[in-house]
């Protein structure tokens, strides 16, 4: 959910030697296999239906990544 992410990253830096600081977040997709029939499937939200056997077993694969990937600091002490 980047947007709550995103929400909350402004609410803790105010106030803080973080305000200002910019958050850049690499959406990646969803995509969940089927537990019966193994169809990959895409999705928007972590749930859903298989289109090819109609179950709503499915095992998500890719799109929960959460990694903090780099940060870039300035020097505070000028
Ligand atoms: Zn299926």
Do not use: Y
């Not at 990253?9 to 969803?30: K, N, R, S, Y």
Request: proline letters at 4%.
């Amino acid at each position: 959910m980047p947007d709550a992410i995103r929400f909350c990253f402004d609410v803790c830096c105010q106030g803080t030697v973080l305000e200002g600081a910019i958050l850049e977040i690499i959406e990646i997709p969803g995509l969940a296999s089927c537990c019966h029939c193994g169809t990959k499937i895409n999705l928007d939200q972590p749930f859903g239906i298989c289109d090819r056997c109609g179950s709503v077993e499915l095992k998500i694969i890719q799109g929960e990544e959460l990694k903090i990937k780099s940060m870039e600091i300035d020097d505070l002490c000028a």
